[in-house]
């Protein structure tokens, strides 16, 4: 862990008033409520004014309980709510509303000082002709303060939340004493014109996206997980009232023209203009102040994450509390483009947009947390549940959509993007998320429901239990494995290392390891298994007994043919072992030159037909459904399926040749029926195949003392073929179905 951030997590020193209520109240009370709120109810009417601060508060609320929950369930460090959303979603979601909240923060600074510009020029009209001029002023003395250090800017807010307190006590005084019934009726319909209810959320909702300018600050709170919870809600909670009296007094204040052409409607109303004007400088300038805190802050996490390598250089701290200097630099210059580009108007749908999706990220976070039972989640805040979480997220992105959905469908493709960008990536975070613990949850359910399901022969599917050995000794055993089980089945690479447990522990580790690495490097659909047995015979009855988890229980087991005739009791026993267990054997034979060449590709595919000879349903079943699997991939696709069948006599020809048609028919498999009258079948079979993809073959398990008989007919019949498979069906599943 870097120096810095340790210095900073001794050097946390604000509790929840200053850390997060303070300012919380101060970016919520600013530049919108004292410029923007007389047009919203001008627009709107007093009733929908009401119902669009409630909304917004109802969804910024929502968010807070989400907010408030995270927080309580994780020790948090510095970036706020990008810092909560990766460690619960995960770096991809994390990382794609990292560089979105940001931005949003860095933009907020150039709406709030933008917002003071107005008021400033309002006051001293002198100055209408050099308002870029003050505002970059305005946005480089932000910049000073910030720079200089968080300690010092929030003690300046105390002295603008004073102020603030002293302009609203003004506003209440002036707006009692001229309040006018006839005007608060007049202002109760909506006269929209050009706008509409959404366009008026969009253009308030900024006003109310402040409560994460404490969360902003997690890094230099001394209790974080306390302090969150209460200052926020806290802060929602107290603004909301002030909203909702100031949209009560202002309407009946104020005709309707005032509020809808005048910015500075509160100014007129109050008893003492001049702290109204103090209060918008205050509060606008407070809110810059804020954002300009948080949004490096957030930056500085995003970068020690190590997300993006080039960003690397943004993470570095500054001092005992670690302050970052280097994205305080950028959140300027970004601040400063927007100045120089945009307006007021333009820039509130822009951050409407941007805060909507970081909340309903925030809210899906805590949402998937809970809704996944997820045993680490174990928040302390208690007023809470999954469905408020979930009201939140779906409110966030509806509203999206209402307000302007090509920005909503842009936004949302945007965060795609990066997300996609991050998950290609494959950035290794050293955290854990709830993706796994989904996913986890959703098998769970699938799992029991399956185990509650009665089993169909017609549902089969190969689960094979390939014993491959330590992979690399049998890649193309592995490979042939996973073309059998692509998209369709389930494969696992086992492998049987003979030994005692206790002395073979870190080997059998080793070796897990390994056949992991070897899955990956293969890009093979596969699961690992390593079991350590006293013999090769009682590996291969544990891990056929025993691996699998319910339903999933391994109905094939693969393995590669012996080649030395000694070993053949050996090799019958295990045969019998594994028939006897009700699952299904396929033996892999590979004798040809290409196939025994280490050096070349096990992917290759050999040219020439899938060679199926069939004796019987018995085992033809399987043989039949294991050569149209094998088909299904695109590299086998070309290879023709060839349905073969010796006969001793040309009189049954066709008759047989109908019966094989009619198999093809009703299984639907597409086969070229070939029968072959001769008595000499181990020779028909070398010389019908000898230029065969695969030749498939079947056999019967042998019975004890009969093994060498056995090995020897089946290498007859093999011969010098390259590739051969041998299948034995122990039932469980059905061709024509």
């Known amino acids: 862990m870097p120096k810095n951030r340790d210095s900073r997590s001794s050097a946390r020193r604000f509790g929840t008033f200053g850390g997060v209520f303070t300012p919380c109240t101060l970016t919520i009370l600013g530049v919108i409520m004292f410029l923007r709120l007389g047009q919203v109810i001008g627009h709107s009417g007093v009733w929908l004014a009401a119902a669009i601060v409630l909304a917004a508060a109802g969804i910024t609320m929502l968010t807070s309980l989400s907010l408030s929950a995270i927080a309580t369930n994780t020790r948090v460090q510095g970036g706020g709510a990008y810092y909560l959303i990766s460690r619960s979603l995960g770096v991809e979601f994390g990382g794609a509303i990292g560089i979105v909240f940001y931005l949003a923060q860095a933009i907020a600074v150039s709406l709030y000082l933008i917002g003071f510009t107005e008021a400033l020029v309002d006051t001293f009209p002198i100055l209408a002709d050099r308002f870029t001029t003050v505002a970059t002023l305005v946005n480089a003395a932000a910049f000073l303060c910030v720079f200089i250090g968080a300690g010092w800017t929030i003690r300046v807010q105390y002295g603008i939340l004073a102020l603030l307190g002293l302009a609203l006590a003004s506003f209440y005084v002036g707006a009692g004493l001229s309040f006018r019934m006839e005007w608060f009726q007049a202002n109760t319909e909506p006269q929209f014109g050009n706008e509409s209810f959404f366009t008026m959320f969009a253009l308030f909702f900024p006003a109310v996206t ?267 055993l592995a490979v042939f494995a996973n073309w059998l089980t692509g998209r369709r089945g389930i494969l696992t690479l086992a492998q049987v290392i003979e030994g005692e447990t206790e002395e073979l522990l870190e080997r059998r580790a080793a070796q897990q390891a390994l056949l992991r690495k070897f899955i990956v490097e293969q890009e093979l659909e596969a699961f690992p298994a390593v079991v350590v047995a006293p013999s090769l015979s009682e590996g291969i009855e544990a891990l056929v007994q025993c691996h699998g988890l319910g339903a999933l229980w391994p109905n094939t087991v693969l393995l590669g043919w012996l080649s030395d005739p000694e070993r053949v009791e050996s090799l019958g026993a295990t045969l019998r072992l594994i028939a006897g267990l009700k699952r299904s054997v396929l033996a892999m034979r590979l004798c040809g030159p290409e196939e025994l060449d280490e050096d070349s590709d096990p992917w290759e595919v050999p040219f020439g037909s899938i060679d199926v000879w069939w004796r019987g349903m018995k085992n033809g079943d399987l043989m039949l459904m294991l050569a149209h699997l094998l088909q ?75 093994e060498l008989v056995f090995y020897e007919v089946m290498e007859r019949f093999a011969g010098n073929l390259p590739r051969v498979l041998m299948v034995y069906n122990a039932g469980g599943m059905l061709l024509e179905s």
């Open 632 to 706: 299904q991939n695109p590299a086998w696709r070309t290879r023709p399926i060839r349905l073969l069948r010796v006969i001793g006599s040309e009189a049954g020809r066709e008759e047989v040749l109908r019966n094989m048609a009619h198999i093809a028919n009703t299984s639907r498999i597409q086969v070229d029926p070939v029968v072959i009258v001769s008595e000499d079948i181990a020779g028909t079979i070398q010389q019908t195949s000898q230029y065969a993809a695969l030749v498939i073959l079947g056999f019967e398990p042998p019975i004890p003392g009969k």
């Open 210 to 476: 402040g409560i994460m300018a404490g969360a902003n600050m997690s890094g230099d709170l001394r209790d974080p997980a306390r302090s969150i919870p209460q200052g926020t809600l806290a802060a929602v909670g107290m603004t909301t009232l002030i909203y909702l009296s100031l949209a009560f007094l202002l309407a009946g204040s104020c005709p309707r023209g005032e509020l809808i052409g005048n910015t500075l409607a509160l100014k007129e109303t109050s008893w003492a203009p001049v702290l109204i004007t103090a209060g918008v400088f205050a509060a606008t300038l407070s809110s810059g102040l804020g954002s300009m805190m948080g949004a490096p802050r957030i930056l500085q996490a995003f970068a020690r994450d190590d997300v993006f390598p080039w960003l690397r250089f943004l993470g570095a701290g500054s001092g005992a509390s670690s302050e970052p200097r280097r994205a305080i630099v950028l959140t300027f210059l970004i601040s400063q483009a927007c100045i120089l580009l945009g307006d007021l108007n333009a820039i509130a749908p822009i951050l409407t947009m941007a805060f909507m999706l970081t909340y309903a990220t925030l809210n899906l976070a805590s949402f998937l947390e809970s809704i996944t039972a997820n045993p680490s989640y174990r928040p302390t805040f208690r007023y809470y549940h999954w469905s408020l979480s979930l009201l939140g997220a779906i409110a966030c992105v509806a509203v999206m959509f209402l307000i302007q959905p090509v920005m909503a469908a842009v936004s949302i493709a945007g965060v795609i993007g990066i997300y996609q960008l991050i998950g290609y990536r494959e950035i290794q975070s050293n955290w854990g998320d709830l993706t796994s613990g989904a996913i986890l949850q959703r098998i769970r359910q699938n799992l029991l429901r399956l185990e509650m399901e009665r089993y169909h022969p017609k549902n089969w599917r190969p689960i094979i239990l390939a014993l491959s050995g330590s992979a690399w000794s049998r890649t193309r």
